[in-house]
């Protein structure tokens, strides 16, 4: 069975205020208990100290009597509040007797603070003690009072107990039933975003990226958690609208050649065309391209969608700058171009056949678009964040305007002329994709007619 965060986290507080109200009436009780025992305790003998004083007045020092009435309203008072006197003179002759007088309301009153001790879980027993009453230095008589020891309450000392017991309750259900409220509210806020979360990964399952949670909680970590949803709906909404766009462009780009070859191939199985060699070998020609085009999409889309599929190793970039260059020399030295590779050793932790791959574009781009007698060049320079690579030509150059666009999928700075040259358009964005899967950059300066330098740096 599982229970929602909220009944859990408000019955929690619940729990745990119960157990502080519990453990604070339990200090209290006893604490106060304590320090109220002393105080009766103090009252009684307060209290045998003024007895011992009222009886020793009711002694005349002139005619030797003791004043017998006044005696029995001391006796009869001191009775009712739970104190038993018994008066002697100096002959040890009983003057007053509070039991002797009335035994059957002493034994009652003494039953009765017998049973009044008990109810409040005290124990103890009547204890007598005997004072001397004195006159100025000389002893008149002797008193002995019994009272129920270590101490008794009053009547009014137990209706204050009661009343300080009664408040500790109402205290406590008060609290418990603030408790309640205040885990309900405090639960609510927690779990709303939650399961707001929740919903928004559901939507975010079920294909909806464009899901977001407006609120901010004003928690930190739920604010994280939101914040963190949110952008993983805009990744994948981004990264949804980037699949759609590339099936559009490669559908695009494929339909131009595949209509072209179709045609050619329908005129010559109707016999419009003769199936000269030379037509069946432009058609062959534009099926090839079409197949490193079909490479390149694929190459592209694998860079593009998954970067952990670099395999990371450390390799000395002019190492990997003249293999490109060595491998390309045979293109480079057909068209009359000189190709070389210099510069410093750098290491960089890198997939080694990721950046061959990013020299070889940028190589053969250069190859493609350097006339006759031009130059290439490769260099290296190790930096201290980074490691650096330009590939550099005296070719024709790329127009202003048109610089910012090369990166672009498909793009070509000249439509004619490049389908001419057989590129894809689709080489420098796998470069840039590269390039960005390590974390470096990629930057172009171009003249017109002058040539270009593209710059990688990728960082140490
Ligand atoms: P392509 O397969 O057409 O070479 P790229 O993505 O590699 O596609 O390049 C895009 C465009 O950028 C090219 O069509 C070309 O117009 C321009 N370009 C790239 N490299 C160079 C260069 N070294 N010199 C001049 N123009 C270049």
């Known amino acids: ?74 006796g009869m008072y001191s009775l009712y509040n739970g104190y038993l006197i018994k008066v002697y003179d100096t002959q040890s002759t009983l003057l007053w007797d509070a039991e002797n007088h009335d035994t059957t309301l002493c034994s009652q009153i003494m039953s009765e603070i017998t049973y009044r001790m008990e109810a409040v879980q005290k124990s103890g027993g009547f204890l007598s003690h005997s004072f001397p009453l004195l006159s100025g230095e000389t002893q008149i008589g ?14 009014n000392d137990n ?35 939650i399961s707001q979360a ?13 899901t977001r949670i407006a609120n901010q909680p004003g928690t930190r970590e739920l604010d994280q958690l939101v914040e963190s949803v949110n952008s993983l709906a805009a990744k994948l909404e981004e990264q949804e609208a980037l699949r759609k766009r590339m099936i559009n462009d490669v559908a695009h780009e494929l339909r131009t050649p595949l209509t072209s070859v179709g045609l050619h191939l329908e005129a010559m199985i109707d016999g419009l065309w003769e199936a000269t060699p030379d037509r069946l070998r432009s058609c062959h020609e534009e099926l ?9 999409i694929q190459q ?23 293999t490109a260059g060595g491998s390309l020399s045979a293109q480079a030295n057909a068209k009359g171009l000189s190709l070389i590779a210099q510069g410093d050793d750098t290491i960089a932790r890198v997939d080694g056949e990721r950046i061959q791959q990013v020299l070889i574009n940028l190589i053969s781009n250069a190859i493609k ?6 130059h290439i060049r490769v260099e290296t320079e190790d930096g201290k964040m980074f490691s650096v690579i330009r590939v550099s030509d005296d070719g024709i150059g790329v127009e202003p305007e048109k610089l910012p666009f090369i990166f672009e999928r498909f793009y070509r700075a000249d439509e004619s002329r490049d389908r001419h040259t057989g590129g894809s358009g689709i080489g420098l964005t796998i470069v840039r994709s590269i390039v960005k899967a390590h974390g470096g950059t990629i930057d172009v300066e171009s003249t017109p007619g002058k040539g270009s330098a593209f710059t990688v740096r990728i960082p140490k």
């Open 1 to 74: 069975m599982f229970r929602s965060l909220r009944t859990q986290l408000s019955l929690s507080i619940f729990v745990l205020l119960l157990m502080i109200i519990a453990l604070i009436s339990i200090f209290a009780n006893l604490f106060i208990n304590r320090e109220f025992d002393d105080y009766v305790q103090r009252q009684n003998e307060a209290r045998s100290a003024a007895i011992v004083d009222d009886v020793s007045s009711q002694y005349d020092t002139v005619s030797g009597e003791w004043n017998e009435d006044a005696l029995h309203t001391i």
């Open 142 to 155: 002797s008193v002995t009072i019994s009272y129920f020891t270590p101490f008794f309450y009053t009547d």
């Open 159 to 193: 209706r204050f107990l009661d009343g300080l017991n009664t408040a500790i309750i109402v205290i406590g259900l008060v609290s418990a039933a603030l408790s309640v409220l205040l885990g309900w509210v405090l639960a609510r806020r927690i779990t709303r975003p």
């Open 198 to 210: 929740a919903q928004s990964a559901r939507h975010i399952a079920n294909g909806d990226y464009d």
């Open 288 to 296: 090839v391209r079409l197949g490193d085009l079909v490479k390149d």
């Open 300 to 322: 592209l889309a694998s860079m593009e969608g998954d970067h952990s599929a670099l395999h990371l190793k450390d390799e000395n970039l002019l190492k990997l700058a003249r």
């Open 369 to 374: 678009f350097t006339p006759q007698g031009g």
